[in-house]
């Protein structure tokens, strides 16, 4: 890929008084994908991205955003959904869409027609002359959707966007992003819940007390990571599984535990070991989920 | 962007309900407190009242009836008096068998003027209704006269030589102007368009002060703020937040004025001397906008501070409280000021800049303060404005996006060096 990266984080640094939330942390993100940005709460993931933003501006260390240095942003080519989501209590449907196209550089017509359009799909037309307020909470997130991408961006930041969502509502979302990604643009967004993360995420970063942990492609982060491991399901006592040789780590998800195993183990020899004094239910040679992964890395310290 | 921001603020005020009755309802209000008791007394007919007049003296009641001449709206004599002549021993008996007449309805008023009225002055007002006390004050006025002048021509005076001897002086004020020449000037109703101005001014500062901190904490609160600083830098944010209800509150002023100038018109057309007689300089407007725009800018300033540190309504409220307590000072002395505009109290407060648009506002009306004081007094306005529009430029960057607890004031200066 040569074009520049949409999103270029070099030796970022913010601080709030005593606390580094952002701690040198160096990113890259390709342009016309969809970039995962992880880490658990409070790893540094909103203050990145808000200086992503330039709503507030690092201590230290450069952001380039399509291209250009973050203090010569061109916020009508940016989309960004925050985490804390919230509109205009009072203000009508249309007003509001069509305000926040206007800030975003859109003619006022313009604004007013893409509104009405997006109204129509995500299936709110009659809600336009309404107050925000009179909405259903469903109804909000999509009008928030609606705000993020009414001027067609070229690169759209959400913060933890799913966060809060029905099943429904999260669809209407995902839409949203494949779409985007299908027509060239970028998206960027943070998350804490890995199954999107696997689902939709071509790059990711995993953040954790404001450093970068792991950044790559999905596939890289597995193959460096998954060095094999094996999902099993079964009755009875398993804690003995913990203490054979073959056996590196185990996570207990409940129903089922993953077995990851030491560097030449092979899998059988967890099956010999188990038969007998478990039963088992299922035994499937699995690569390691990015949960696991997430887990692993960021459990441990 | 400055300009949407505008648009948006300005659009949603003037839309909002309180602005609407503010607006609109508050003059009709007030027209109708004024116009109110003309328009009844075209459309309800007053009462006559019915008058008995019981004379001793066999003299002052004749003269006392022909002088009752009040009329009332519909043309109908306000009194419909009758004369009792009852002179020496009848006296008694007459005014009692009127007395009964007012107890039993058939009359209002009983006046009853004995002989010794010449000696002593005392007579009698017999009535089942005392609340009309300006009936009675009416009746003594025309016996009084009349009472008088029989005094005086029983010592053999010229009555008509004693009214022209005892004219009384009226002293006729003019005021010289800035400009040097010389104005009458009606002093009372101008006593009374400054205080409504600078009450208007004072009202208006606090109302669209606070419109704005509940604006901010509305944007924080409804978690709006982030959306908007990813598309418009906090310094266009804020300064269209300012312009936009600044530009409300002036749209409110020229309403009122409006509605004002067609109140005076109407009560001058319907000859109600009360408003007729209000007669406001066309410059009186001019300082008004002029000291409403310098004052907003310094307000604005001290409200975007408050709401760009609080989290929560209470918070806000509480901060609100605070600050707008010495706001109240130039309400409290405005009388003093009125009536002394070039004294000590009066300067000292338009040099500080917080007070300096009400009391201003107040001396330049009333009289024309020194030059120098007016330059000194706008120029410490302007420097002010200056230092709290970056002051709270800065805060409302750091402040939006902070939650929970109400930063101290020592927090809030570091804010303030941060945002450098």
């Given at each position: 890929m040569s074009a520049a990266p949409a999103v270029e984080l070099t030796g970022v640094v913010k601080r709030f008084g005593d606390t580094t939330a952002v701690d040198g942390?160096?990113?890259?993100?390709?342009?016309?994908?969809?970039?995962?940005?992880?880490?658990?709460?409070?790893?540094?993931?909103?203050s990145a991205i808000r200086m992503m933003l330039q709503i507030t501006l690092p201590d230290?260390?450069?952001?380039?955003?399509?291209?250009?240095?973050?203090e010569r942003l061109r916020t009508d080519r940016i989309g960004y959904l925050p985490e804390e989501r919230g509109l205009y209590k009072k203000m009508r449907v249309g007003d509001l869409l069509t305000f926040f196209g206007e800030i975003k550089g859109l003619r006022r017509s313009d604004a007013r027609e893409r509104a009405l359009a997006w109204l129509e799909r995500l299936g709110?037309?009659?809600?336009?002359?309404?107050?925000?307020?009179?909405?259903?909470?469903?109804?909000?997130?999509?009008?928030?959707?609606?705000?993020?991408?009414?001027?067609?961006?070229d690169l759209i930041i959400l913060d933890e966007p799913f966060s809060g969502l029905d099943p429904v509502n999260t669809n209407v979302l995902k839409d949203i992003i494949l779409e985007y990604r299908r027509r060239g643009h970028t998206v960027v967004f943070s998350t804490h819940m890995m199954e999107q993360v696997e689902k939709l995420c071509e790059h990711i970063c995993l953040i954790d007390r404001g450093r970068v942990v792991l950044e790559g492609?999905?596939?890289s982060v597995k193959a460096r990571y998954g060095r094999g491991g094996v999902s099993l399901r079964f009755d009875g006592d398993g804690s003995f599984l913990r203490d054979l040789p073959a056996v590196e780590s185990l996570m207990d998800h409940g129903n089922e535990v993953f077995v990851r195993l030491r560097d030449g183990a092979r899998p059988e020899e967890l099956l010999e070991a188990a038969r007998g004094r478990v039963t088992i239910r299922k035994f499937e040679v699995a690569e390691p989920s990015i949960h696991d992964i997430f887990l692993e890395l960021v459990g441990k310290g | 962007m400055t300009l949407h921001v505008i648009r948006r603020e300005y659009v949603e005020i003037v839309r909002r309900k309180s602005f609407v009755i503010g607006t609109i309802v508050a003059p009709l209000l007030m027209a109708t407190f004024f116009l109110a008791p003309v328009l009844l007394s075209f459309f309800v007919p007053s009462q006559q009242f019915h008058l008995a007049v019981v004379d001793q003296t066999g003299e002052v009641g004749a003269a006392f009836v022909a002088a009752l001449k009040d009329t009332l709206a519909d043309g109908r004599a306000k009194y419909a008096a009758t004369l009792v002549p009852a002179t020496g021993g009848r006296y008694e008996g007459a005014r009692e068998e009127t007395v009964a007449g007012v107890r039993e309805g058939a009359l209002d008023i009983v006046v009853a003027i004995p002989a010794t009225v010449f000696d002593d002055g005392g007579a009698s007002y017999i009535t089942k209704e005392v609340r009309n006390f300006q009936i009675l004050e009416d009746l003594e006025n025309v016996l009084t006269d009349i009472v008088m002048r029989r005094r005086l021509a029983r010592e053999g005076v010229d009555t008509e030589r004693v009214a022209s001897l005892t004219t009384p002086v009226r002293l006729e004020m003019s005021q010289i102007t800035a400009k040097g020449g010389v104005e009458k000037k009606d002093f009372l109703t101008e006593w009374a368009v400054v205080f409504v101005f600078v009450m208007i001014l004072y009202a208006s500062l606090l109302t669209w002060g606070i419109t704005i901190s509940r604006g901010i904490l509305e944007e924080k609160s409804s978690r709006v703020i982030e959306v908007l600083l990813s598309s418009v830098r906090p310094r266009q944010l804020l300064f269209g937040k300012v312009i936009g209800i600044g530009l409300a509150g002036l749209t409110q002023f020229a309403v009122w004025?409006?509605?004002?100038?067609?109140?005076?018109?109407?009560?001058?057309?319907?000859?109600l001397s009360a408003l007729s007689s209000v007669d406001i300089p066309p410059v009186v407007w001019l300082y008004f906008v002029g000291f409403f725009l310098l004052g907003f800018l310094l307000y604005a300033s001290i409200f975007t501070v408050v709401g760009s540190i609080c989290s929560n309504e209470q918070d806000a409220?509480?901060?609100?409280?605070?600050v707008t307590l010495p706001m109240i000072i130039p309400i409290l002395t405005l009388m003093l000021i009125i009536q002394n505009p070039n004294g000590p109290i009066a300067v000292a407060l338009s040099f500080i800049p917080l007070?300096?648009?009400?009391?201003?506002?107040?001396?330049?009306?009333?009289?024309?303060?020194?030059?120098?004081?007016?330059?000194?007094?706008?120029?410490?306005?302007?420097?002010?404005?200056?230092?709290?529009?970056s002051f709270s430029a800065r805060v409302f960057r750091v402040g939006i996006l902070m939650y929970g607890k109400r930063p101290s004031l020592r927090e809030v200066i570091r804010w303030y060096r941060v945002a450098g």
């Open positions: 942390v160096s990113l890259s993100v390709p342009p016309g994908s969809i970039f995962g940005l992880l880490g658990p709460n409070g790893a540094g993931k909103t230290e260390g450069t952001i380039r955003v399509l291209g250009d240095p973050v709110l037309a009659e809600t336009v002359a309404k107050k925000t307020e009179e909405l259903s909470k469903g109804m909000q997130q999509k009008v928030q959707f609606i705000t993020t991408v009414i001027h067609e961006p492609t999905l596939a | 004025s409006l509605a004002g100038i067609a109140l005076t018109g109407m009560g001058g057309a319907m000859a409220q509480q901060l609100q409280g605070i007070f300096t648009p009400m009391i201003m506002m107040a001396r330049v009306v009333i009289v024309a303060p020194p030059l120098w004081q007016v330059l000194l007094s706008l120029a410490l306005l302007a420097a002010s404005i200056h230092l709290a529009i």
